[in-house]
T-cell receptor
Framework: DQQVKQNSPSLSVQEGRISILNCDYT??????FLWYKKYPAEGPTFLIS?????DKNEDGRFTVFLNKSAKHLSLHIVPSQPGDSAVYFC?????????????FGAGTRLAVHP | DTGVSQNPRHKITKRGQNVTFRCDPI?????LYWYRQTLGQGPEFLTY????????KSRLLSDRFSAERPKGSFSTLEIQRTEQGDSAMYLC???????????FGSGTRLTVV
């Protein structure tokens, strides 16, 4: 039962253009959604988040959009830079037993070409 | 505050051997998580500690797996009688509160041959 899905394993974008990474979820009880970025041989690092009661959150070149009715969120990176090349994980925060934990999607590998 | 440290970074072991990984979280953070990441997948939750108490174990954690967090500081994850399917990246994270409060270590990559 994959509660968080990233259906695109990879994405290739030209430098300066927009990168759009997508994520779908099934559990309407998630209260926050997060995006993590992962470089090889490093752990995931936090990028941006959005509350389930919001539909947009922006931080510099990164914007996350949430469509609750469709159970879909997306991460927009504008303009894309070669240093953005990494694996991006969508994660949802669930709460059970009084504590929270993250449930991750399979990730999308973004390659930004000069 | 030097981040979450995991040792070893890489471990190659023969099938059937026991292995132990260590995670040193950022001091004073009382919540600690273990995740496992296999090729082409995202991190999957394994277990969670609040101080020294292990509060949840995923069904992914078979009887061959055991985790401890003595004194609520560092944590160890032991795998007994390793199998090739145990080959994965094992990630530790601590939690400082808030939405962005998870800090992941660089992980231990286990290869079972």
């Amino acid at each position: 039962d994959q509660q968080v899905k990233q259906n695109s394993p990879s994405l290739s974008v030209q430098e300066g253009r927009i990168s759009i990474l997508n994520c779908d979820y099934t559990n309407s009880m998630f209260d926050y959604f997060l995006w993590y970025k992962k470089y090889p041989a490093e752990g995931p690092t936090f990028l941006i988040s959005i509350s389930s009661i919001k539909d947009k959150n922006e931080d510099g070149r990164f914007t996350v959009f949430l469509n609750k009715s469709a159970k879909h969120l997306s991460l927009h990176i504008v303009p894309s830079q070669p240093g953005d090349s990494a694996v991006y994980f969508c994660a949802a925060r669930g709460i059970s037993g009084g504590y929270n934990k993250l449930i991750f999607g399979a990730g999308t590998r973004l390659a930004v070409h000069p | 505050d030097t981040g979450v440290s995991q040792n070893p970074r890489h471990k190659i072991t023969k099938r059937g051997q026991n292995v132990t990984f260590r995670c040193d979280p950022i001091s004073e953070h009382n919540r600690l998580y273990w995740y496992r990441q296999t090729l082409g997948q995202g991190p999957e939750f394994l277990t969670y500690f609040q101080n020294e108490a292990q509060l949840e174990k995923s069904r992914l954690l078979s009887d061959r797996f055991s985790a401890e967090r003595p004194k609520g500081s560092f944590s160890t994850l032991e795998i007994q009688r390793t199998e090739q399917g145990d080959s994965a990246m094992y990630l530790c994270a601590d939690y400082a509160g808030g939405i962005d409060g998870y800090t992941f270590g660089s992980g231990t990559r286990l290869t079972v041959v």
